[in-house]
């Protein structure tokens, strides 16, 4: 019997062992599954679709094991499975948002989705209309960098996973409707020598900088070194870097001083990096230049320098009123 793409949400995966081995190291077994379900948990959330994966028991053959996802929106299950799919097996350096706006517009045009749209009452039809406006609205959100090297940073740490399995040779992955299902959506098989190129060196994003960023200076760094500066940004404490020379060699020197209620006008970046849950998290502070050095709001003069003058603000003066 053919599958049917509707009820295809159970993801097989084979791994093919060396010698016709039904043996595998544990750990990493169970940590590679960990990561499975937690790809699928991380690409479920970006879609708005609430699903629980169920383990189902191992078989021979190698080793087989499956991951059966359930939900309510029973429509959007099958996606689920085949966009994960598809994140494991497709080109390493293919857009994750490409990849997902290629798969979700090869579902809304599958003819098994045309016909039901036809088959269904009015209210069927209408939940089915909203199901698939919502997966419509939300695909973009893979376009996001953040989104996109959190996907690849859990893919990496699969198949750091199947890399650390000394007799595996190869891993498949199958969509299809239950694990005893002799038909199926989607096969993709990944040899051992690829393993590597999905693997990622960084999950650093690209820094956030923003132009006149007021810090209140707590602790400078008066001397060189590896100390970091400690000020309140945004009613936060940080720590930060300052790698405007000009001004470093101002502070070293002692041609600019500090007291209780110093703030420096500047460039700021925010470092960003994805964590191992797939968050965006900020890892750093850097102060690119300085512009302006202020105590209680006043300016205070610096010593003659290059080309450090503010670019315009578009908000209004973050001073305004803070005695009141």
Wanted: glycine share 4%; hydrophobic share 35%.
């Amino acid at each position: 019997m053919e599958a049917k793409l509707l009820e295809a949400k159970t993801l097989e995966i084979h791994y093919y062992l060396n010698d016709g081995s039904h043996a595998i190291d544990a750990k990493a077994f169970y940590a590679c599954q960990q990561e499975l379900v937690g790809l699928i948990d991380y690409v479920a959330k970006q879609l708005h679709v609430e699903v629980s994966v169920k383990t189902i028991a191992l078989n021979e053959g190698g080793i087989r094991a499956w991951l059966k996802a359930e939900g309510r929106k029973q429509i959007l299950i099958p996606v689920i499975v085949a966009l994960v799919t598809d994140m494991l097996s497709s080109v390493p350096t293919e857009a994750i948002g490409t990849l997902v706006r290629h798969k979700v517009e090869e579902w809304i045009k599958s003819p098994e989705l045309k016909e039901l749209e036809h088959l269904r009452n009015e209210k069927e039809r209408l939940i089915l209309k909203s199901e698939i406006d919502s997966i419509k609205a939300n695909q973009s959100k893979f376009d996001k960098q953040s989104i996109d090297t959190a996907v690849r940073s859990k893919r990496s740490n699969y198949y750091k996973h199947t890399e650390s399995i000394d007799n595996l040779k190869a891993v498949e992955f199958i969509q299809k409707e239950e694990p005893d299902s002799s038909s199926y959506i989607l096969k993709k098989e990944i040899p051992r020598a690829q393993f590597h190129s999905y693997l990622i060196n960084s999950t650093e994003l690209d820094p956030i900088e923003t132009e006149n960023a007021h810090i209140e200076i707590v602790a400078p760094v008066l001397k060189g070194g590896r100390a970091k500066w400690r000020g309140i940004y945004n009613q936060e404490s940080i720590s930060f870097s300052v790698l405007d020379p000009d001004f470093l060699d101002d502070v070293y020197t002692r041609k600019v001083s500090f007291s209780n209620g110093s703030v420096i006008l500047c460039s700021l970046q925010e470092k960003r990096k994805i964590n191992d849950k797939g968050e965006e998290v900020i890892f750093g502070y850097e102060v690119v230049e300085v512009y302006e050095l202020q105590s209680n709001g006043m300016p205070q003069p610096l010593p003659p320098r290059k080309k450090k003058t503010p670019p315009p603000s578009d908000g209004p003066d973050l001073f305004s009123g803070q005695n009141d």
